[in-house]
């Protein structure tokens, strides 16, 4: 499928007296255009992106050989401007970084066992689809589907050893405390003994994969501690986007959260790089989570 970019401006009226009412004529100028893109999209099948402009009033000086003096015009041109910050972002790649990061890269990845490399991969696909997006949230929710991906691996590698008796002996065990007040939050516990938050499932990959305890921290931190300016962490934007809480058409939370989107890629990145160390030092029959790959935990 091919991908075509959009750019151009549309007329409004703004009264710079009035700022609130401007910004309502501003806000819903956008949406018609992402109505209109969309529509486009939806109807027949194109990748389309809108990248706002502006015109700009310019001089021309006409190309005359003498004695003929130049004569200068004004024109309009139109102009596209980036969307976010992250528009900004360029990469210089020189022929060093091939030879000496990207084919060793390669060839690590191709020599991970095969019970584990078709994830990683897939891990990676997100990872750069992600990296594809211009901005906003569409990055955020495909860095973090890179790192879910890794984490239900690792617990479905943790669910193997498992024995279902036991679990139901644990969770029995539980219930037998139930009372009026807190069966509610037994019941929660229960089900996460049977089916762990993604939360849990990567502090448990985190805890194994990543040897380096500082490391370790910050990534968590990362990852779960609330954000001084928004009051939330990274997992919990996650959960607003999942749970529909969270979008692109709530302009000002969006702008809450806008500074901690460009950290998900580097975490993103330190979570996937920590796993195919992890996987480089596995056996070719290894299929789960080693007690030796935890030791240094």
Same mark, same amino acid.
């Given at each position: 499928?091919?991908?075509?970019?959009?750019?151009?401006?549309?007329?409004?009226?703004?009264?710079?007296?009035?700022?609130?009412?401007?910004?309502?004529?501003?806000?819903?100028?956008?949406?018609?255009?992402?109505?209109?893109?969309?529509?486009?999209?939806?109807?027949?099948?194109?990748?389309?992106?809108?990248?706002?402009?502006?015109?700009?009033?310019?001089?021309?000086?006409?190309?005359?050989?003498?004695?003929?003096?130049?004569?200068?015009?004004?024109?309009?041109?139109? *102009?596209?401007?980036?969307?976010?910050?992250d528009d900004h972002?360029?990469?210089?790649?020189?022929?060093?970084?091939?030879?000496?990061?990207?084919?060793? =890269?390669?060839?690590?990845?191709?020599?991970?066992?095969?019970?584990?490399?078709?994830?990683?991969?897939?891990?990676?696909?997100?990872?750069?689809?992600?990296?594809? =997006?211009?901005?906003?949230?569409? %990055?955020?929710?495909?860095?973090?589907?890179?790192?879910?991906?890794?984490?239900?691996?690792?617990?479905?590698?943790?669910?193997?050893?498992?024995?279902?008796?036991?679990?139901?002996?644990?969770?029995?065990?539980?219930?037998?405390?139930?009372?009026?007040?807190?069966?509610?939050?037994?019941? %929660?516990?229960?089900?996460?003994?049977?089916?762990?938050?993604?939360?849990?499932?990567?502090?448990? *990959?985190?805890?194994?994969?990543?040897?380096?305890?500082?490391?370790?921290?910050?990534?968590?931190?990362?990852?779960?501690?609330?954000?001084?300016?928004?009051?939330?962490?990274?997992?919990?934007?996650?959960?607003?986007?999942?749970h529909g809480n969270?979008?692109?058409?709530?302009?000002?939370?969006?702008?809450?959260?806008?500074?901690?989107?460009?950290?998900?890629?580097?975490?993103?990145?330190?979570?996937?790089?920590?796993?195919?160390?992890?996987?480089?030092?596995?056996?070719?029959?290894?299929a789960t989570p080693?007690?030796?790959?935890?030791?240094?935990?």
């Open positions: 499928m091919n991908s075509y970019e959009t750019w151009g401006t549309i007329n409004v009226s703004l009264n710079p007296q009035k700022v609130d009412e401007s910004k309502q004529i501003i806000e819903g100028a956008i949406k018609t255009i992402g109505l209109a893109i969309n529509g486009m999209s939806f109807l027949f099948g194109a990748s389309l992106h809108w990248i706002p402009a502006r015109y700009i009033r310019i001089s021309r000086i006409s190309d005359r050989s003498i004695p003929v003096e130049p004569v200068e015009t004004k024109d309009w041109i139109c *102009l596209p401007l980036p969307k976010s910050q972002s360029s990469v210089v790649l020189k022929d060093d970084h091939i030879k000496n990061l990207l084919f060793p =890269f390669i060839h690590q990845v191709a020599n991970i066992p095969a019970h584990i490399r078709p994830t990683i991969e897939t891990a990676l696909d997100w990872h750069a689809q992600a990296n594809r =997006f211009a901005s906003g949230l569409n %990055r955020f929710v495909n860095y973090w589907a890179s790192m879910e991906l890794l984490g239900n691996f690792w617990n479905i590698q943790l669910s193997k050893k498992r024995v279902p008796k036991e679990l139901k002996l644990e969770i029995y065990e539980k219930l037998k405390l139930a009372t009026k007040d807190n069966c509610l939050k037994l019941v %929660r516990e229960c089900k996460e003994m049977e089916e762990p938050p993604i939360k849990a499932k990567l502090n448990a *990959l985190l805890d194994t994969v990543v040897i380096d305890t500082q490391k370790r921290a910050l990534i968590k931190d990362a990852l779960f501690k609330k954000d001084v300016k928004s009051k939330k962490s990274s997992y919990d934007i996650r959960n607003g986007i999942a969270v979008s692109e058409a709530k302009l000002e939370p969006v702008q809450l959260i806008t500074h901690q989107l460009p950290y998900a890629q580097g975490i993103s990145y330190e979570i996937i790089m920590s796993m195919i160390e992890w996987a480089s030092q596995c056996e070719p029959t290894e080693t007690s030796s790959a935890s030791s240094g935990a």
